[in-house]
């Protein structure tokens, strides 16, 4: 597996690849697309850290399993071990910001839906959790105030901002320390805009987080 993507800024920081924990639904627009209600509260899952992969790498799509969609995230890096932790403990916490790709093996998701069973196998695939390289955090003014683009084939698929997330980031990190430990180098994938769909092998993406980071990189 890659390790490449665990650089601020260019410089290695030297962290392990931990899990990457996620949140379903956290855009309105995102749920209605899928039919699906508005959670009450943060509807978490959590991928493991054999997900990871460099996303500036070109990244394999499984094959066998029907249907993978893409879901262009804003992702945060952690630093510091965090339970329970305070809206200012998460805040300290973050080390960098970067942008995730979050596939899902969208037929066998609905299936396992369909039977009440959890999603694990559509989640949490090797090479499901294609990762960029982080920025500082400073670099980005208001974590809340933030374009998220993808691109695919030339063709803008999502355009969203954070400020359309119903659990803001700093709040849904303290919420996933209630009930996970975050560790140095756990990625918090904070949810998808509206625009999921299908991708395959041979897709050319296009990946930006404002003007911070852009991606170019392909599927196969
Ligand atoms: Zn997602």
Redesign the pocket.
Known sequence: MSYQHRFIDGTAVGLPTGKVV?V?RNYADHAAELNNPIPTEPMLFIKPSTSVVDMAQPFEIPKANGTVHF?T?MCVLIGERLSNATIQEAKNAIVGIGLGL?LTLRDLQDKLKAKGHPWEKSKGFDGAAPLSAFVEPAEISDLQDVDIKLIVNGEVRQDGNSAHMLNQVLPLICHSSEFFTLEPGDVI?T??PAGVGPIQAGDQLEVELADCIKISTHAF
Do not use: I, K, M, S
Request: charged share 40%.
């Open positions: 996620c379903g879901e995230e979050d994938l949810g998808t």
